[in-house]
């Protein structure tokens, strides 16, 4: 079975700071994503990644940035948290092929903060 | 450009009744279309997708969803309804390739016993 992990379930942070969701699969997939889910708004894309060190903005990138340095690893950074950030995150991956695969979710992180 | 609209941000059912899910899309090219299950405080899991071939698709729970080009529909039933599939659905399209998927809202499913 494909396995998402997200490093965190819940975390609480202060405006300014600066916050690490770490996002981490075990299915040698290329692709990795990050969206966030508020109600009423469902899942806003904000970062996804084809492969090591590549990355593209999707729909909603501002006031985050990402990192993928290792294949299995996808990282979400929110360089100054604000209020406005607080959300459900949500980090999914597939596999790279000429179809559209299916994406396999981790269990969110949602981020309060204050 | 590709997009979902689900109608119904709520739909309540009684427990046995038909559940009825409804998602519209509009794509410029062939779509992939999936509905996924999100479980309180869970991840969103696949319930189902169409990517070619046969127009009805059977997913898990009992889950089926009809593929109608012609209605640009891929509407979510389930013959009768169960407490545990309380939860939110999520209707998504993409295309072919590596192009990320667009979700729909969401519809939260309420079941009353």
């Known amino acids: 079975d494909v396995k998402v992990t997200q490093s965190s379930r819940y975390l609480v942070k202060r405006t300014g700071e600066k916050v690490f969701l770490e996002c981490v699969q075990d299915m040698d997939h290329e692709n990795m994503f990050w969206y966030r889910q508020d109600p009423g708004l469902g899942l806003r894309l904000i970062y996804f990644?084809?492969?090591?060190?590549?990355?593209e903005k999707g729909d909603i990138p501002e006031g985050y940035s990402v990192s993928r340095e290792k294949k299995e690893r996808f990282s979400l950074i929110l360089e100054s948290a604000s209020t406005n950030q607080t959300s459900m995150y949500l980090c999914a991956s597939s596999p790279r092929t000429s179809k559209q695969e299916t994406q396999y979710f981790g269990p969110g992180t949602r981020l309060l903060v204050l | 450009a590709q997009s979902v609209t689900q109608l119904g941000s709520h739909v309540s059912v009684s427990e046995g009744a038909l559940v009825l899910l409804r998602c519209n899309y509009s794509?410029?090219?062939?779509?992939?279309l999936f509905w996924y299950v999100q479980y309180p405080n869970q991840g969103l899991q696949l319930l189902l997708k169409?990517?070619?071939?046969?127009?009805l698709v059977k997913g898990i729970n009992g889950f089926e969803a009809e593929f109608k080009k012609s209605e640009t529909s891929f509407h979510l039933t389930k013959p009768s309804a169960h407490m545990s599939d309380a939860a939110e659905y999520f209707c998504?399209?993409?295309?072919?390739?590596?192009?990320?998927?667009?979700f729909g809202k969401g519809t939260r499913l309420s079941v009353i016993a």
């Open positions: 169409y990517t070619t071939g046969a127009t």
């Open positions: 998504a399209v993409g295309g072919a390739g590596n192009t990320p998927l667009v």
């Open positions: 990644s084809y492969d090591v060190k590549m990355k």
């Open positions: 794509s410029s090219v062939p779509p992939y």
